[in-house]
């Protein structure tokens, strides 16, 4: 089996040591113009990015995504990354980078807004073939409460059983709501995934927390 940690910070922590990742913001909301919505790439410098319309009043602030697929496949093997969200799909392709040792999912909000991924699952698979599936019920922030955090974020790391998996997919329900008259941009609102190699991960059926 593997070992997973939920984790509720007021605010996020930089996540270093990854080989590949797959995320969601805000972005402009799908406009072209503006910066875009998901990403995928091997580090922040290094990615490919599309655009998401999400849905919501844009002269009044406001945001509901409702509830939209969010899934990352990761081979390590290939280099080649697909992530697809809402029905958008992009792809990065870089170099071979070994196997996976962990994998750490997050949700944030730096503004008034709730955010989820539910239904999580994470399948480790070495050569095409699944070694190992594992699931949990998700992960959510509401940083709606005026006497609550005004920023949260919840967190998940997942290590295999394994070290010798060399491709992971995470899958998971994402749904994102700001009321109208809050103007999220960029990270105000965010969903990723960061996928650590062996070398740099746990050891095999362990977990840590920063």
Known sequence: ???????????????????????????????????????????????????????????????????????????????????????????????ASGTVGSVEIRVGADVAAQVSLQNISVRFLQGGAEQEYDS????????????????????????PNSQANDEVVVRGSLQMNAADGTYACMYDLFCQAFIKPAAAGANSGTSTTT
Do not use: C, R
Request: proline share 5%; aromatic share 10%.
């Open 136 to 159: 949990a019920p998700g992960l959510f922030v509401d940083t709606t409460n005026p006497s609550g955090p005004s920023a949260q974020e919840a967190a998940m790391i997942v290590t």
């Open 1 to 95: 089996m593997s070992y997973v940690m939920l984790m509720d910070q007021d605010v996020s922590d930089d996540v270093n040591g990854y080989t590949a990742f797959g995320e969601a913001i805000v972005g402009g909301e799908g406009s072209t113009s503006g910066p875009p919505d998901i990403y995928t790439g091997s580090d922040e410098s290094d990615y490919n990015y599309d655009y998401v319309p999400w849905g919501g009043n844009v002269d009044d602030g406001g945001l509901n995504t409702g509830s939209v697929t969010f899934k990352l496949d990761a081979n390590l093997a290939t280099g080649v990354d697909v992530l697809t969200v809402a029905g958008h799909t992009v792809t990065y392709n870089g170099g």
